[in-house]
């Protein structure tokens, strides 16, 4: 008994102490969008070791990200779609985006490999309504000249989960596809009018590496490691851009974040000559006054850190750092709208 | 007088542990009958909040609900059509093709096999029931859904897609994927636990009722047929119903080989949706009230689905069971 006592007393020391020594360290909770999932994953890992704090990040989806921060369960939540000013204001949220990546259309065509196609945003939604259905189609070999395309039927490959990459890829078909908006729309799933749908980017890659003449769509991350042929894309400015991190650093950079309020925007369709057409981010989403002083200060000052130094890291995983002016833009809408 | 009271130390003996046991029996009683009564009211549960839960999306949308093919995620429009098509016609494919092999090892296993193999080929199947269905899935998408595509569809498209009333089911798109896949890939799943059930089921049959078949001059099959089923009907059904059990509510492993898409097709090489597929792929995004709704409406429907099927097999059983009377 009293032995047990002692060990109980020890144990009590010990755990004093350890809490002495990390008294600025907070253990911050949050959930959402699974796209910025493995980067936030990594960045908390390093973070962690860094400044002792540490950022435990659930993922579940946006949907589950906006309901969970909205009931206060999380420190903060994560979301591919952006919520308007009125939305935020009503939960009392601020937003912001975290880190930029990319989508990118993939194929499985005999004899076509990465970067040989070239399409274009009307093209791609023709071919998700399935109005286009040969990849010998006068529609693709016009914008493909010299191309070989085989007199092969396109098989459209969609993703069956709800997900920020079919956000922000049915949200750029709207904007470049006048059919496509008014018969499909945008949405994290939508009512897809041909082919076959697989469960997360892993998938449809599958999907798409195991059905001949398919075509799909997956972040760029998925289609390097899986060598897909991926397809170059026609950009707003009319120029034809391949996917990749400089690209989708463009997108970002000339994306109009200035004039967009609570950063309520989708990057899709930037403007800009070396722009990445389907360039995507996910935001993320915290109270405005929170109850948590120091855990807000901590988060902020995680993200602060991710800006500043998490670069190397996003990139090695496919994603793009923010621009610097984005950054920038960030650090003083927290001065102006965060009450810490 | 000693012998009197150790009667008497006895006779109260002897009562207190009629006591102790009286009491003992009526705690058991207590806890198995809570076992019992714990079944009904999680069965109750289930029913009642996914009733509940899918109560909006049921009273939005009414009787549509269940002859909509409509899913539409935008605009808000959900019916439940193509799921259910789906799941019962993967289960169905799954029950043809699983019942008559199991069927087959069952008996193999009970009649022909050598001594020697029973054992391991026995131990086999339940090792195939306990595999996690996720691994069917890859399987089936990673090695099965390739040989599909390339060589079982274009065959089944030439030479059977153009028979009479069949053939429309057997013409499609050579994706690999769809509602034939997965159905083969449920009755692989399914086969274990048929065969198994089956197997244990006709070892109970009493010798000397088969050797006297035997005896008469029966052969193997009329032994089987005439003597093992009708002695075992009532639990190869059980068992039979197990599997339809397992492969209507099965998700992984479908979610992987199905398409995953809400359309409705005649064609079983088109791909298609069931319920528990489309609950696990939607359920995390659905971002809206009547969303998930819709999906929680589903659910109760997968619920009522596997009743009625349950329902008609012990009707179907007791129709037999009479007609077994009369004759």
């Keep these: ?340 | 007088m000693s012998a009197n009271a150790t009667a008497i130390t006895l006779s109260q003996v002897d009562e207190q542990r009629a006591r102790a046991d009286a009491r003992a029996d009526a705690v058991f009683r207590l806890v198995v009958r809570g076992a019992g009564l714990f079944v009904l009211a999680a069965l109750a549960g289930v029913a009642l909040t996914t009733l509940w839960g899918g109560s909006e999306a049921l009273s939005t949308f009414g009787f549509g609900f269940l002859t909509s093919t409509e899913w539409d995620t935008v605009g808000h429009k959900f019916g439940a059509l193509a799921p259910i098509y789906g799941t019962l016609v993967t289960a169905a494919i799954a029950l043809i093709i699983a019942v008559p092999v199991s069927f087959g090892i069952a008996m193999y296993l009970t009649e022909l096999a050598p001594a020697w193999l029973r054992t391991p080929v026995s131990a086999a199947i339940e090792l195939l029931a306990g595999i996690p269905s996720i691994i069917y899935g890859m399987w089936g998408l990673f090695v099965f859904v390739p040989i599909m595509g390339r060589n079982i569809i274009p065959w089944l498209n030439e030479h059977v897609g153009d028979i009479w009333i069949i053939g429309p089911l057997f013409r499609g798109p050579p994706l690999g994927l769809g509602m034939l896949t997965a159905g083969i890939v449920l009755a692989i799943m399914v086969i274990p636990f048929i065969s198994s059930v089956m197997r244990e089921v006709f070892l109970t049959v009493p010798t000397r009722l088969k050797e006297s078949a035997y005896a008469l001059g029966s052969t193997t099959l009329e032994v089987v047929w005439d003597v093992v089923l009708p002695y075992t009907r009532t639990a190869v059904i059980g068992g039979i119903f197990l599997g339809l059990g397992r492969a209507l509510g099965e998700t992984m492993a479908v979610t992987f080989v199905l398409g995953n898409v809400h359309r409705l097709s005649l064609s079983l090489l088109e791909p298609g949706n069931s319920i528990a597929a489309t609950i696990a792929n939607e359920f995390a995004e659905a971002d809206s009230e009547i969303f998930r709704s819709s999906l929680i409406a589903l659910a109760f429907l997968l619920f009522v689905v596997t009743f009625i099927v349950l329902a008609a097999a012990k009707l179907m059983l007791m129709q037999l069971a009479k007609r077994q009377g009369t004759t």
Aim: charged fraction near 15%.
């Design chain 1, 1 to 340: 008994m009293l032995t047990c006592i002692r060990h109980t007393l020890t144990a009590l020391a010990i755990g004093a102490t350890l809490f002495a020594s990390n008294a600025f360290a907070v253990d911050i909770t949050g959930a959402g969008s699974t796209f910025v999932q493995p980067i936030i994953t990594k960045w908390s890992a390093t973070y962690a070791e860094k400044a002792g704090s540490h950022i435990n990040y659930g993922g579940g989806g946006s949907g589950a990200g906006i309901a969970q921060i909205k009931a206060a369960t999380v420190d903060f939540g994560a979301s591919d779609k952006p919520l308007t000013t009125e939305e935020l204001s009503a939960a009392g949220l601020g937003q912001f985006p975290i880190v930029i990546g990319g989508v990118v259309p993939v194929v499985n065509v005999e004899g076509i490999k990465a970067g040989d196609l070239k399409l274009t945003g009307a093209l791609l939604g023709d071919i998700y309504l399935g109005k286009v259905k040969k990849w010998n189609d006068p529609a693709i070999a016009s914008a493909n000249a010299g191309a070989k395309l085989p007199d092969l039927a396109i098989q459209v490959v969609s993703r069956s989960d709800g997900s920020g990459t079919t956000f922000n890829f049915t949200n750029y078909l709207s904007k470049v596809n006048a059919d496509w908006k008014s018969k499909v729309g945008e949405g994290t799933s939508v009512q897809w009018p041909a082919g076959v749908g697989g469960k997360g980017n892993a998938g449809v890659a599958a999907y798409v590496q195991q059905i001949n003449g398919a075509i799909g769509y997956v972040e760029l991350a998925y289609a390097l490691q899986n060598k897909m042929a991926f397809t170059k894309m026609e950009n707003a400015a009319g120029k034809t851009v391949s996917p990749n991190l400089a690209s989708f650093a463009a997108a970002a950079s000339h994306a109009d974040w200035k004039s967009a309020k609570d950063f309520n925007l989708v990057m899709t369709n930037a403007p800009g000559d070396e722009s990445w057409p389907i360039t995507a981010t996910a935001f993320a989403l915290v109270y405005k006054t929170p109850k948590d002083a120091a855990k807000s200060k901590e988060l902020l000052s995680f993200f602060k850190w991710a800006y500043t130094e998490g670069g190397k890291q996003a990139e090695a995983l496919d994603y793009v750092p923010l621009p610097k002016e984005l950054a920038t833009q960030i650090e003083s809408y927290w001065k102006a709208e965060i009450k810490l």
